[in-house]
């Protein structure tokens, strides 16, 4: 088979986006419009935590298969699901220690026994965890389940340390922007393993977005600045848009020769 053609079939089948700065703001955002959307649903539309994790578990599972049957990444459909599970990985840990009585400590263990097992069987079955080049059904499957487990442990993660420490929305900010930005620095200078700095960030991102969309969105006399989580949430999935458009615009085209 010609060289070319193989490669080009390669990047066609690619699934994910890559991991350059405009994906970290959009991810950062997602997340944001996870925590926010979820109060939108469950709080100011009165639909209640068990109702508003039934809407979103359907949504997720029809974006997901629809995402999974396409033969290459496709920005605005990544990023729904993105959004989607963003939103059901805070419904999970929030329906555990809410709903079922499942302590924060137990909440955080779990999930992180969770994503191990989740990285052992993703490496077992592909010898790689190679996050730039998601190119087969099996892959992508792992893919997903694993940003499922960080969403929710960095949903109980954040809570966990936010509520032990007492810090409030704007120093959780402060401490897990800090946090990402020493992960960074290690990464870059020190020449931290891409892949752990890469799923060490996108944990951190989970509660470091949610604490902004809480900051921006929650009453004054919490915290917050007041905004509303409708208003939060329309804000950053407008900025979001923004994003996806530009990338895909920007997106370099591959060249049949």
Same mark, same amino acid.
């Given at each position: 088979?010609?060289?070319?053609?193989?490669?080009?079939?390669?990047?066609?089948?690619?699934?994910?986006?890559?991991?350059?700065? /405009?994906?970290?703001?959009?991810? @950062? !955002?997602? #997340?944001?419009?996870?925590? $926010? +959307? %979820?109060?939108? &649903?469950?709080?100011?539309?009165?639909?209640?935590?068990?109702?508003?994790?039934?809407?979103?578990?359907?949504?997720?599972?029809?974006?997901?298969?629809?995402?999974?049957?396409?033969?290459?990444?496709?920005?605005?459909?990544?990023?729904?699901?993105?959004?989607?599970?963003?939103?059901?990985?805070?419904?999970?840990?929030?329906?555990?220690?809410?709903?079922?009585?499942?302590?924060?400590?137990?909440?955080?263990?779990?999930?992180?026994?969770?994503?191990?097992?989740?990285?052992?069987?993703?490496?077992?079955?592909?010898?790689?965890?190679?996050?730039?080049?998601?190119?087969?059904?099996?892959?992508? /499957?792992?893919?997903?389940?694993? @940003? !499922?487990? #960080?969403?929710?442990?960095? $949903? +109980? %993660?954040?809570? &966990?340390?936010?509520?032990?420490?007492?810090?409030?929305?704007?120093?959780?900010?402060?401490?897990?922007?800090?946090?990402?930005?020493?992960?960074?620095?290690?990464?870059?200078?020190?020449?931290?393993?891409?892949?752990?700095?890469?799923?060490?960030?996108?944990?951190?991102?989970?509660?470091?977005?949610?604490?902004?969309?809480?900051?921006?969105?929650?009453?004054?006399?919490?915290?917050?600045?007041?905004?509303?989580?409708?208003?939060?949430?329309?804000?950053?999935?407008?900025?979001?848009?923004?994003?996806?458009?530009?990338?895909?615009?920007?997106?370099?085209?591959?060249?049949?020769?």
């Amino acid at each position: 088979m010609n060289t070319k053609t193989t490669n080009m079939s390669q990047i066609l089948l690619n699934k994910v986006p890559q991991v350059v700065l /405009l994906f970290w703001i959009i991810k @950062i !955002l997602s #997340t944001t419009v996870g925590e $926010t +959307a %979820a109060d939108f &649903l469950a709080v100011d539309l009165n639909f209640g935590l068990v109702n508003t994790s039934w809407i979103m578990f359907a949504l997720l599972g029809s974006a997901l298969v629809y995402q999974i049957r396409q033969v290459q990444y496709i920005p605005w459909l990544y990023w729904l699901n993105v959004v989607l599970i963003s939103v059901v990985g805070t419904l999970v840990t929030d329906n555990l220690v809410d709903n079922m009585g499942v302590s924060l400590e137990t909440a955080t263990a779990g999930f992180s026994i969770a994503l191990l097992l989740t990285f052992g069987l993703w490496y077992r079955a592909e010898k790689t965890l190679d996050i730039q080049f998601i190119n087969t059904r099996k892959r992508e /499957l792992y893919y997903w389940l694993t @940003i !499922l487990f #960080t969403f929710a442990l960095g $949903t +109980a %993660a954040g809570d &966990l340390l936010a509520e032990s420490l007492g810090l409030g929305y704007a120093n959780s900010l402060i401490l897990f922007g800090t946090a990402i930005a020493l992960i960074a620095i290690a990464h870059f200078k020190w020449h931290l393993n891409g892949i752990f700095s890469f799923w060490l960030v996108y944990i951190l991102t989970r509660p470091l977005g949610a604490y902004l969309g809480d900051y921006l969105s929650q009453d004054v006399v919490n915290g917050g600045l007041g905004i509303g989580a409708a208003y939060t949430s329309a804000g950053f999935l407008t900025v979001i848009l923004l994003g996806v458009v530009f990338s895909t615009v920007t997106a370099p085209k591959p060249k049949f020769e």
